[in-house]
């Protein structure tokens, strides 16, 4: 369980960060928290010859509250984020970030690594794809704005340039009508979810459902914008006819895979459910009532 | 609470009739916790010796492979590496392992590296030996080799079939074959009220995960030709008695010592083919030591996992009442590509053959395959969980059939507390117990009568909620004498353990044992027994656990396995403190010029001492330890056997089984536990979730409760992982799928229901000291766990046949439960319609 050997840099400014990788050539990469970077190099899975220390550019890891947005530097933990007063309006970021892991991988592990590795199990993807996400991102051409649906090409792969790093992921806060909530069962806190669903409603006056975005992780090699799922719910009533039948549909835009963590079969049967439970408190949420939610696990 | 010593030799008279158990029983903070906490603890790997190299293994990627091409030349080549290992070089330099199996089983040639070919993924086909563990690694990825994969053999049902062979010069794959049969199964049979088929049931592959991996460190010393290892074996006398012949050296010069173990629950044992290649790596480099930390990855792979169990074509016979009386049934035991403390566990699981139920008539016929997978060792519960596992399904299953509820069909069948100590069909003495109290405790504790309204209120809502009750027991101190029904010519037998008990030079108390724990508090067990008959307190006591060859005292029995060391260890420590408490009082009345009867201990100003009643005259510990160490001229000639240092060896009470009729007493204590759960599974993710969980345990007299509450939750925790989570599943390549934390998903607190803790104590009339062995719990959640589930789900066509249940494997039997498949699982016949 040793890596490859490597050399280490240590970046001061985002700016030295992009040089360094074009300095430092094609097998260079940054490290963040190193939470996934790390362990598929001690498996030698990945084999950097070079890393660009991006954990002491000042100021990478703020959460700033900004009039009409939530801006994280790409350097925020995941423990950060669950602990900032400035997602209170915004319960599904809580509902992810707390579950992400164990306790240790969420003080080390980063939103901007998070979004990076494109894993197809993230939690972050599926929640922020829920919200109004936009990635400031810097590269040597300097800074450019793309929006979260964008931003995932496949499974590990993001449309990032080799030389280009996120800076900042910016939430425009939802409606005040707005409730979210992300719901992931996992087999213990050290593994990734077996499957998840991310569900952001907003309400009109007459409580009908006036938009919302349902997406799925775990389930494909991106997370899924579950599209029918969100059209049996918009501008009609959230009742349990409405609901079942979402959760029907998101059911058939999984597209999971047999593994450890379940058959495929039993996948789809999963984020069904999920997506279900998922509405009702984004719901309820939205209608301002208080509701924990978050990961679930086996056994209870 | 305060228990009275009970001794039986009339020696003991002096030491005990002065101290009444004032530390024994008391729930007093482990002696250990202090070191381990802070990180001062001994474990191999913090070991660094001059001039040590570091082994890494090339293991193979296929189950079952024709090695075609080994070369290791450019491995060789990378500046630091000291020297390689093939399995061609290795089997020129060593024996193939003894064999415990009679018949095909001692054909089997074992070496501690492939040498043609591969039968597991994971099994070593290369060693690389180098100035550090990263340069190691790299040669290792130097090392290449090609396969020609063989068809993999994978189940029982294939093993069986002799299709594919993993050893052909065994000639099949079946290692061991025997029935077990007692009472009058066909008349049982006959004079049924009730008869219930059964169709295969599965008790899956699991193992252990404990924090530290194996590791060892060997030096082949040239000079005096011997083998010293450090390592964390904990068996270390059964791998000497492996390793000596396979290395061709007398059993006198392998050492052996072991420090701080992070965990082992059994599967430490079966490391011994890792010691043998570290040693010969040693001797190649001159006897240079080599070091081996496992990987985690390895361990999954390549250690040890538990049994795996199928059970095929069960009858059982029952009474109008459901009173089970005879069980017809055929086992086939999975141990894994080699049998490294196998067929053993062919036998071991009849010390619990009835589980804690009544039924007379038995039999049980036990096949062994090999197959290509990880070897098995003795996993916690090892080979009697299996055993209780599917005892309990037929209780569950029977009951729900017959209408009978669970807790209900327990009672009826329960050996009676009055029956005790009780004769099993095959000869087996249960000690005490009343587990019809147990359970009483278990229900009240989770207010099972609150719990049945509430499941039937939650069923009318069409929830998914069952109540299941797990028996189990914990035979503890084994005979290994039942080896001899595996192989008449097993020279093993009973069960011994030593202790050496001293007043160092300075009157320190000093207790040595060659117990190998691995976290079950021995130093402070220890010392509680000490303190007892000497009077003083346990941290006056120093305890030296752990192996050593040289300095601590041992038998071939040594070793921390088979939940024994409140019986065999501490029978041996309180044997020794007592002599050594006759001798101070032999020494104490000369110095004193007093009487042996006038004499007390107790503690005084200078700590330790014995005092005359009469004079008020004393010597502390010191000055008697001066007397016969450094300061003994004019010491009479009568006292000159006085050495302070005393051995003492407890053997426990056993025959040789009656191997012809597989018959004889198999194990000296049997701790129960009897769990119960209420678990919901969700309509929708079909996740089980544990609503409640009730844990009641009885292992006689209790030395110390704070150590045995925490081995039921350390058991709890690991029945629970096994039974929801923990699976060293195979795919049909061979592949193990859970080769990572990430697959295996060992249990972790966010799956812990809290836990309700009861606790009985019916004293085992065969140990000194009433206490009964434990820590191994049998897995009883494993059965409870199962218990509920059915309870659960019965009523949706659903029999629990397998160990392990996952929301997938739940969601996938409703499937084939509405397609028919309970059917085919379960048949009732009525040879005698109740009237
Ligand atoms: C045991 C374990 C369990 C886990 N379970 C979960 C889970 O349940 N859910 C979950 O979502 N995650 C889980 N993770 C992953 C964790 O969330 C990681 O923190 C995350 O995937 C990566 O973030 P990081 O900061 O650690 O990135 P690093 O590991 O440092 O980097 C990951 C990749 O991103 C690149 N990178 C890092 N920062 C940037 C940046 N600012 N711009 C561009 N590229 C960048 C790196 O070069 C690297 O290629 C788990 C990790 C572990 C070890």
């Not at chain 2, 010593?5 to 916790?33: C, D, H, M, N, Y």
């Not at chain 2, 006959?190 to 219930?196: I, N």
């Not at chain 2, 407890?650 to 209420?678: C, E, M, S, W």
Request: glycine fraction near 8%; proline fraction near 4%; hydrophobic fraction near 40%.
């Amino acid at each position: 369980m040793y890596a490859h050997p490597f050399t280490y840099h240590r970046a001061q400014s985002l700016g030295e960060a992009t040089k360094l990788l074009h300095q430092l050539g094609e097998e260079s990469r940054v490290i963040a928290g190193g939470q996934s970077l790390i362990p598929l190099m001690k498996m030698r899975l990945a084999r950097p010859t070079a890393l660009i220390d991006i954990n002491f550019i000042p100021r990478l890891s703020e959460i700033k509250d900004h009039n009409s947005e939530v801006r994280f530097g790409a350097l925020a933990r995941h423990a950060d984020i669950e602990m900032s007063e400035h997602i209170a309006g915004i319960p599904i970021l809580h509902d992810c970030a707390s579950g992400i892991a164990d306790v240790q991988v969420r003080n080390q592990g980063t939103i901007g690594g998070s979004l990076a590795e494109a894993d197809p199990s993230g939690d972050w993807a599926a929640t922020l794809l829920t919200l109004e996400t936009s990635l400031v991102c810097a590269g040597p051409q300097g800074e450019r704005l793309v929006q979260m649906d964008d931003f995932f090409k496949d499974a590990y792969t993001t449309v990032l340039g080799r030389e280009e790093l996120v800076r900042e992921v910016v939430v425009t806060k939802p409606a005040k009508n707005s409730g979210g909530a992300y719901l992931a069962f996992k087999r213990s806190a050290c593994v990734y979810a077996t499957g998840s669903a991310a569900v952001q409603i907003t309400l009109d006056a007459k409580d009908t459902c006036k938009d919302v975005r349902i997406v799925l992780g775990c389930v494909g090699l991106t997370a899924i914008r579950a599209k029918q799922a969100e059209a049996e719910l918009r501008t009609k009533k959230i009742d349990e006819r409405t609901i079942a039948r979402a959760a029907d549909a998101a059911r058939e835009a999984a597209e999971p895979q047999n593994d450890m963590r379940g058959s495929a079969d039993y996948k789809r049967a999963l984020v069904a459910a999920l997506v279900k439970r998922a509405i009702g408190i984004a719901v309820r949420r939205a209608r301002g009532e208080h509701v924990e939610a978050g990961h679930e696990y086996v056994g209870r | 609470m305060a228990t009275t010593l009970r001794t039986k030799t009339k020696k003991t008279k002096a030491a005990a009739s002065s101290s009444p158990a004032k530390w024994v029983g008391q729930p007093i903070r482990r002696k250990e916790e202090d070191r381990l906490v802070r990180g001062k603890g001994i474990f191999v790997d913090d070991q660094k010796l001059m001039g040590m190299l570091h082994i890494r293994f090339v293991r193979s990627s296929y189950g079952h492979a024709k090695i075609t091409r080994l070369d290791v030349s450019k491995a060789a080549a990378l500046p630091g590496v000291v020297c390689t290992l093939t399995g061609a070089e290795v089997k020129s330099m060593v024996k193939p392992f003894i064999e415990i199996g009679p018949d095909a089983g001692q054909k089997i040639a074992d070496y501690p590296m492939a040498v043609d070919k591969v039968v597991f993924q994971g099994e070593p086909v290369a060693a690389v030996v180098a100035e550090t563990r990263l340069i190691a690694e790299d040669a290792a990825e130097l090392v290449e080799v090609e396969y020609e994969p063989l068809p993999p053999v994978l189940t029982a049902e294939e093993a069986l079939k002799d299709a594919s062979l993993v050893h052909p010069e065994m000639g099949t794959n079946r290692n061991w074959h025997g029935v077990f049969e007692y009472g009058n199964i066909e008349k049982a049979f006959q004079q049924a009220a009730h008869v219930v088929h059964i169709g295969r049931l599965h008790f899956h592959r699991f193992s252990s995960t404990p924090l530290e991996n194996n590791a060892v460190i060997a030096v082949w010393d040239s000079r005096s030709e011997r083998i010293e290892y450090w390592s964390n074996n904990s068996f270390p006398s059964f791998a000497a008695q492996f390793l000596s012949p396979a290395l061709g050296v007398g059993i006198d010069q392998i050492l052996m010592k072991s420090f701080d173990i992070g965990g082992g629950f059994g599967i430490k044992i079966t490391n011994y083919p890792y010691m043998a290649v570290c040693a010969l790596a040693s001797r190649k480099t001159g006897g240079r030591p080599i070091k081996w930390a496992e990987t985690r990855t390895e361990h999954m792979q390549a250690s040890a996992h538990g049994n795996e169990r199928t059970f095929f074509d069960t009858r059982v016979a029952l009474d109008k009442n459901g009173v089970i009386t005879a069980i017809d049934s055929r086992h086939v035991d999975d141990c894994g590509a080699y049998p490294r403390y196998e067929p053993l566990g062919c036998v071991i699981w009849a010390q619990v053959l009835p589980g804690a139920y009544r039924v007379k008539n038995v039999r049980i016929d036990v096949n062994q395959v090999v197959t290509n997978k990880c070897p098995v060792g003795p996993n916690r519960g090892y080979s009697r969980m299996q055993q209780l596992w599917f005892i309990e399904r037929i209780l569950d299953i029977c009951g729900h059939t017959l209408g009978v509820s669970n807790d209900e069909m327990r009672l009826r069948n329960y050996i009676r507390k009055e029956e005790m100590p009780y004769t099993t069909p095959n000869g087996c003495v249960y000690d005490s117990g009343d587990y019809a109290g147990m359970l009483a405790l278990g229900k009240k504790l989770i207010g099972w009568d609150d719990w049945k309204k509430k499941q039937a209120a939650a069923r009318k809502e069409g929830r998914w909620i069952g109540m299941g009750i797990g028996s189990t027991l914990d035979s503890g101190t084994n005979n290994f004498g039942q080896a001899q029904i595996i192989n008449n010519f097993a020279p093993f037998s009973g069960q011994s353990k030593a202790a050496n008990v001293k007043l160092d030079i300075y009157g320190e108390v000093v207790v040595s044992l060659g117990s190998v724990p691995q976290g079950q508090g021995h130093e402070t067990t220890a010392a509680q027994v000490v303190a007892d008959v000497l009077g003083i307190s346990p941290d006056l006591v120093k305890v030296k656990p752990g192996f050593d060859t040289e300095q601590n005292v041992y038998t071939g029995h040594t070793g921390t396995y088979a939940s024994q060391f409140a019986v065999t260890g501490l029978s041996a420590i309180h044997g020794a403190a007592v002599k050594l408490c006759n001798e101070i009082s032999r020494l104490a009345a000369w110095a004193l010029k007093g009487k042996e009867k006038d004499l007390e201990f107790a503690i005084g100003a200078q700590g330790p001492e014995v005092r005359d009643r009469r004079t008020k005259k004393s010597i502390n510990y010191w000055g008697l330890a001066n007397l016969v160490n450094v300061n003994n001229a004019g010491m009479p000639e009568t006292l000159w056997d006085v050495t302070l240092n005393c051995r003492h060896v407890y053997h426990a009470p056993f025959q040789v089984p009656d191997v012809k009729r597989k018959y004889g007493n198999l194990t000296l204590t049997y701790a129960a536990q009897i769990h119960v759960a209420v678990i919901e599974v969700d309509r929708e993710t079909f996740q089980p979730k544990i609503l409640a969980y009730a844990c009641v345990d009885d292992c006689g007299r209790t030395i110390n409760p704070r150590i045995v509450e925490g081995q039921v939750h350390g058991c709890t925790a690991h029945g629970i992982g096994a039974a929801l989570m923990e699976n060293c599943a195979y795919d049909s390549d061979g592949n193990l799928m859970a080769s990572t934390f990430s697959d295996y998903t060992p249990i972790t607190a966010m799956n812990m229901p809290d836990l309700l803790y009861g606790h009985m104590e019916s004293p085992s009339p065969f140990s000194y000291n009433g206490a009964k062995g434990m820590g191994e719990g049998g897995a009883a959640p494993v059965h409870t766990v199962c218990a509920a589930l059915q309870d659960a789900l019965y009523s949706s066509g659903v029999i629990i046949d397998d160990s392990h249940n996952t929301g997938d494997s739940i969601f996938r039997a409703l499937q084939r439960a509405g397609s028919g498949g309970f059917a085919s699982m379960v048949r009732v016949e009525h040879p005698r319609p109740s009237r």
